[in-house]
């Protein structure tokens, strides 16, 4: 199957500092990548649906200040995590959909954020 | 109310096991249901993927989908200790849309 990738796997960083994460897909263009947040113990929550070359469409409730999306190429797209906070501490996971593969989504291994 | 119930268990079995998990969601504009495991500290992996109502088997895995009664389920067969994972049930109004997810069920496959 097709694979995607996220960097860093974990981050710490200090309360106020802003935190970039990258989400690529390997081996197939993705025209739409979305980024969820899931809590511990809690189900993976949809923050915004990244379609290459135009804006974010960011989900209710989701400060699209805060959580800046860029997805510059079919192969990348990036989540920036400005002025964290500790309330942020989250798991970030990223999928791509294959166009080529039924509109499947493929999800990344995830970003463990701790803000301290 | 949540778009998509699950309950989040924990759920233990003995190995060999017959598992039953499910869901039952609220929006009648779903039309696709997919279940997915995911290990500790890693991303979901997709396990089944339905269209509309009806059974999908898949080795020891077998989907089922009711959407008269917006119920899905998930059996595992004679389950095993790398069965033990969270999962999570998840579905879309379209190929490709955005999706909802299920809370997750932890289940643990006990030897």
């Known amino acids: 199957g097709a694979v995607v990738s996220q960097h860093p796997s974990r981050v710490i960083c200090k309360s106020g500092t802003s935190v970039k994460i990258e989400c690529r897909s390997l081996?197939?263009?993705?025209?739409?990548m979305f980024w969820y947040r899931q809590f511990p113990k809690q189900s993976l929550m949809l923050m915004a649906t990244?379609?290459?070359?135009?804006?974010?469409?960011?989900e209710q409730g989701v400060e699209k200040d805060k959580f800046l999306i860029n997805h510059a190429s079919l192969t990348l797209s990036t989540l920036t995590v400005t002025s964290a906070h500790p309330e942020d501490s989250s798991f970030y996971i990223c999928?791509?959909?294959?166009?080529?593969?039924?509109?499947?989504?493929?999800f990344g291994p995830g970003t463990r954020l701790t803000v301290l | 109310q949540k778009e998509v119930e699950q309950d989040p268990g924990p759920l233990s079995v003995p190995e060999g096991a017959i598992v039953s998990l499910n869901c039952t969601y609220s929006?009648?504009?779903?039309?696709?249901f997919m279940w997915y495991r995911q290990y500790s500290r890693k991303g979901p992996e997709l396990l089944m993927y339905?269209?509309?109502?009806g059974n999908k088997e898949d080795g020891r895995f077998t989907a089922q989908v009711d959407k008269s009664s917006k119920y899905i389920s998930l059996f595992i067969r004679d389950s095993q200790p790398s069965d033990s994972a969270t999962y999570l049930c998840?579905?879309?109004?379209?190929?490709?849309?955005?999706?909802?997810f299920g809370t997750g069920t932890q289940l643990k496959v006990e030897l």
């Open positions: 990244s379609n290459e070359g135009s804006k974010a469409t960011y």
């Open positions: 929006n009648s504009a779903f039309q696709y």
């Open positions: 999928s791509a959909r294959d166009p080529t593969a039924s509109d499947e989504q493929f």
């Open positions: 081996d197939f263009q993705a025209t739409t």
């Open positions: 998840a579905m879309s109004t379209g190929g490709g849309n955005k999706l909802t």
């Open positions: 339905t269209y509309s109502s």
